[in-house]
């Protein structure tokens, strides 16, 4: 893209042909959207939250599920209770926790408890006939949210 004043490598014009001041030759101008995620958050319901979950943050809503790290002691068919949300949003308005909302729960029900596909770890030393090789599965609960409570 070297172009000081037209004698650079552009000069032949070929990425200045690409290169459009106005925007309105541009075909796709007014058919992307405005903003990160807004296709997405447009598709929600009415009333979601932003749920923390073992150290990691996951948008929910009811009936949606969610896989995350495991709980210990939590079995398939049991309620779990969520009390950490940062977010919700319902009819009303948002509201933003700092960090957490006092009050706001998020209930689910296990669906499934299990590992994640193995992962080889292989280390080896070259000329020196050291060789190991380790496999790890990571466990992972399925939860099913059933409510969204504010007290």
């Known amino acids: 893209m070297y ?14 042909r690409s290169r459009s001041s106005t925007g309105d030759e ?12 807004e296709d997405r958050m447009r598709r ?5 939250a932003i749920v923390e979950i073992q150290g990691h943050q996951y948008v929910v809503e009811e009936g949606t599920v969610v896989e995350h790290e495991l709980i210990r002691g939590a079995q398939p ?13 319902n009819g009303e308005g948002i ?17 499934a408890v299990g590992k994640r596909p193995k992962v080889l770890i ?3 030393r070259p000329k020196k006939g050291y060789r190991r090789l380790r496999g790890h599965r ?7 949210i059933v409510t969204i409570e504010r007290a």
């Open 95 to 111: 509201q933003i926790g700092r960090p957490y909302l006092d009050g706001v729960r998020v209930v689910g029900e296990v669906e």
């Open 26 to 37: 541009n075909p796709l101008n007014g058919t992307l959207s405005s903003g990160f995620g």
């Open 77 to 89: 068919g049991e309620r779990v209770v969520f009390d950490r949300v940062l977010m919700l949003r």
């Open 3 to 16: 172009d000081p004043g037209g004698h650079g490598w552009d000069s032949c014009g070929a990425h200045a």
């Open 122 to 124: 292989q280390r080896f």
């Open 138 to 144: 990571q466990p992972f609960m399925r939860t099913r």
């Open 44 to 48: 929600r319901s009415p009333m979601y």
